[in-house]
């Protein structure tokens, strides 16, 4: 039995489509199980972060976001340990590296996780991917009101990488021997610019779209529901990345066999989530 928290997120999701399709059994935790959409042989189970009693019983492997810990991450390792839990796969991120800012929000959180997972007594394995090929649907509602799509440093270079990727790595992660004690470093297979991104969704839906820089102090509107501390170091992350080649690794396809997607195919996959 593996367990898997956000299991409606982008990556949790793959990740049980995944469980589900080798034959593995699988408890799939979401605060809203009657619209989860999760594949009819998983086990879905409301996930209450004060109440976490029968959540884990049975299982031996569970798949962790961090987020979805609701914030009581040590009681959810501990009662994860105690009902015989042995390992623990974390999507944690790639901003944790030598010569990372520390004080960055989103490096405080992932790192305090990681922590808390190293100083649980428990087998773990950290995947820290970098750009998200899914930051792209933050432009879904521009494209299907026009051809127009207006964000910040046209040239910021990523290598994103498509979240059935790095569900693919968790997969082997979870299943296979050998990743206990590992942090797998995560990206696509390419690098590519903002610019470079709407041109390739165009391709995907059949228009010609532009994209549209606009000024750091302007991008709030853009980013809707991200807190001031969180878009502040965004922002900062995204204007280092300006003209500099990404980090590129093959851990995709050292652990899985195949390599990662590039964006124009995760673009293809995701055409529809652009149009309706």
Do not use: C
């Not at 209450?48 to 049975?58: H, I, M, S, T, V």
């Not at 944790?96 to 394995?125: C, F, N, Y």
């Not at 964000?151 to 979870?174: K, N, Q, S, Y």
């Not at 878009?231 to 690794?249: N, S, Y």
């Amino acid at each position: 039995m593996i367990v898997v928290t956000g299991a409606t997120g982008n990556v949790g999701r793959a990740l049980v489509g995944r469980l589900v399709a080798g034959g593995h059994a699988v408890r799939a935790l979401t605060r809203e199980p009657e619209r989860a959409g999760l594949p009819d042989k998983a086990e879905v189970v409301k996930y209450r972060p004060d109440d976490q009693a029968g959540l884990f019983e049975g299982a031996t492997g569970l798949f962790l976001y961090v987020q979805g810990a609701g914030g009581r991450m040590p009681e959810l390792l501990d009662a994860a340990r105690t009902a015989g839990v042995r390992h623990v796969v974390l999507l944690s991120s790639g901003i944790i590296k030598e010569g990372a800012d520390e004080t960055h929000p989103i490096h405080v959180m992932h790192a305090t996780a990681e922590r808390q997972i190293r100083d649980s007594g428990l087998a773990w394995t950290f995947l820290r991917p970098n750009a998200f090929a899914t930051n792209a649907l933050q432009w879904a509602p521009q494209i299907r009101a026009g051809n127009t799509v207006r964000g910040v440093f046209a040239g910021m270079l990523t290598a994103p990488i498509h979240e059935d990727d790095i569900a693919a790595v968790a997969e082997r992660a979870l299943l296979d021997e050998g990743h206990e004690g590992a942090a797998h470093r995560l990206t696509g297979l390419a690098a590519t610019s903002n610019t470079d991104q709407i041109a390739a969704i165009g391709r995907a839906v059949g228009r010609d779209l532009t994209f549209v820089e606009v000024e750091p102090e302007e991008a709030a509107p853009l980013f809707p529901g991200t807190p001031p501390e969180f878009l502040q170091g965004l922002l900062k992350t995204f204007a280092a990345t300006v003209g500099v080649p990404p980090e590129i690794t093959t851990t995709v396809e050292d652990v899985t066999g195949s390599p990662a997607r590039t964006f124009g195919q995760w673009a293809d996959d995701h055409a529809a989530d652009f149009l309706s």
